[in-house]
């Protein structure tokens, strides 16, 4: 019982002293890893009020996950996305705890248009269960294009595309407080301009999610 009252302790105490700095008021606020911390010691509590009982081993291992933070909670997220995503042609990668999405623009829309093709529709439903579920991150849609054409129109055609998504996604109950909508034209590139799979790889729209601070 001591070693689970001691684990219930140190958690709250971390809890406590676990603050950040909102850049925008100067308050002092908890982190998210001091919440994720705080569930911890309940959770260490109830073990420790039960640590013989099989129900006690089962949520050991849930305050494992837990404490473990923002990071665990973006694993699992990933996870989530990866499963429903797979085959659909959008790519996932794991930038420390951001998750990042790449939906090919032939895959996403028709040539020079900015509504999503309904063949697309089942992919972001996919995307949007998951995002509206694990609600404590934001979410950077962001449209690039590639070189061929003016600026000005390239520009105005990759904002269209990101907000269209950005719309989609809020269409299935990811709230849109949540969603920063960019564009950016042909101005980051990820592959060669001067051939056509080059051209076809800038064509894009990448959805980052990043874990609330």
Do not use: W
Not at 43 to 55: F, I, P, Q, R, T
Not at 62 to 67: S, T
């Amino acid at each position: 019982m001591n070693k689970f009252r001691a684990c219930f302790v140190f958690t709250i105490l971390a809890s406590l002293t676990a603050c950040t700095t909102n850049p925008y008021t100067n308050e002092r606020q908890a982190s998210k890893a001091a919440i994720y911390g705080g569930g911890a010691a309940v959770l260490c509590g109830l073990v420790g009020a039960a640590e013989s009982s099989k129900h006690a081993r089962n949520a050991a291992l849930g305050c494992g996950l837990v404490g473990a933070g923002v990071g665990a909670y973006m694993d699992v997220q990933e996870a989530k996305l990866r499963e429903q995503l797979a085959g659909t042609g959008v790519s996932i990668s794991r930038e420390g705890d951001n998750i990042r999405l790449i939906m090919p623009g032939n895959v996403t829309f028709e040539t020079d248009k900015y509504y999503v093709k309904s063949s697309f529709y089942s992919v972001l439903n996919s995307v949007g269960t998951v995002l509206a579920k694990y609600h404590d991150t934001t979410l950077r849609v962001t449209g690039h294009t590639d070189s061929t054409g003016t600026i000005d129109y390239n520009q105005d055609l990759s904002e269209k595309r990101a907000r269209s998504v950005a719309d989609y996604l809020a269409s299935q109950g990811v709230a849109r407080e949540r969603l920063y909508v960019e564009g950016v034209g042909p101005s980051q590139p990820i592959a060669d301009n001067e051939s056509n799979a080059g051209r076809a790889q800038n064509r894009r729209v990448e959805l980052y999610i990043l874990p609330k601070v």
